[in-house]
């Protein structure tokens, strides 16, 4: 299932859309052939609310209390990081049903520079009481958020990559877990925690057989009952993430392991906390410099085990 991840997610959600009356579309003045028919076909249901990501919200807000099912597309830095004072007020305080789609987390929007990079979503979302966040890896993971999104009530923060990837979520992947395996060991000398594109980076490294990946794709409401199975049968504990290192799943997962007197070797493999002022029409090139493309996470793997 090869398919551009925002699309795969907006398409289920438009299928709901048909059955459900409730549910609600805003859109920040951003983009997708799927919002077309959106328009056209829910014209008193979707909403082009322009570049006003912080008038969104609100408006999100008011829909959802008079019983509204609520989903506001954007780029992903600008609905976090611009909007964290109408989320935490608009839409914390009362837990409203609101599900916020950012689209390009990371280095998603490569193109345009650090005011589009969104490198701490992740810590600023983990930060809001109420709030579930999930990022997705490919299409296959995008849609059953997506279903787990228009069925579940509650406040949901979902990360989208641009673009199209290669299918690596198990076909059998359920949103209640929290994570999946999507490469596996009998014995695992090293278990690597990763969520998201850069799982693809992973997976390209070829790593060897005893390294076992798992992508925590719930990333606040972890599931730590199942995150301990996997630290217990373990020799060393790796995170990879395209996101800075506070407020991270390292930091989370390091803090577990403290808490709970798991002392293995662990490394966290992140963003350097700085503004990246480079720019590529390609990711790798971004990914090589900032050292999480697939040969400096080898490198780094094999560095660890000696």
């Not at 589009?116 to 579930?132: E, F, G, K, R, W």
């Not at 990360?159 to 198990?170: M, V």
Request: charged share 20%.
């Amino acid at each position: 299932m090869n398919k551009d991840i925002r699309d795969s997610f907006l398409d289920v959600v438009y299928d709901y859309m048909k059955l459900d009356s409730h549910i609600v579309f805003i859109t920040c003045d951003t983009g997708a052939f799927i919002l077309n028919k959106m328009f056209n076909e829910f014209p008193d249901r979707v909403i082009n609310i322009g570049i006003a990501e912080q008038n969104a919200i609100s408006v999100a807000a008011g829909l959802s209390l008079f019983g509204k099912k609520v989903f506001i597309l954007g780029i992903s830095n600008f609905l976090v990081t611009r909007c964290l004072d109408q989320i935490n007020i608009d839409l914390s305080i009362s837990n409203l049903d609101v599900n916020i789609i950012g689209i390009g987390p990371g280095f998603g929007n490569n193109t345009d520079g650090p005011t589009y990079h969104c490198l701490n979503d992740v810590a600023i979302m983990s930060s809001i009481p109420n709030m579930q966040i999930f990022s997705m890896c490919d299409a296959i993971s995008a849609n059953e958020s997506a279903k787990f999104a228009c069925t579940m009530v509650g406040l949901k923060y979902f990360r989208l990559e641009k673009g199209t990837y290669n299918s690596i979520s198990t076909k059998d992947i359920k949103m209640s877990t929290g994570m999946q395996v999507i490469k596996n060991a009998i014995n695992p000398d090293t278990t690597v925690f990763s969520y998201g594109s850069i799982l693809h980076n992973i997976i390209e490294a070829d790593l060897d057989n005893n390294v076992r990946i798992v992508d925590v794709f719930r990333l606040c409401g972890i599931n730590y009952d199942l995150l301990k199975e996997y630290i217990l049968d373990s020799k060393r504990i790796v995170v990879i993430e395209e996101h800075f290192e506070s407020g991270g799943l390292g930091e989370k997962i390091g803090s577990f392991m403290c808490k709970n007197g798991l002392c293995l070797p662990f490394k966290i493999l992140s963003v350097t906390k700085a503004h990246l002022h480079e720019y590529s029409p390609t990711k790798s090139w971004i990914y090589k410099f900032c050292g999480l493309n697939s040969i400096a996470i080898k490198y780094e793997l094999i560095n660890f085990k000696e």
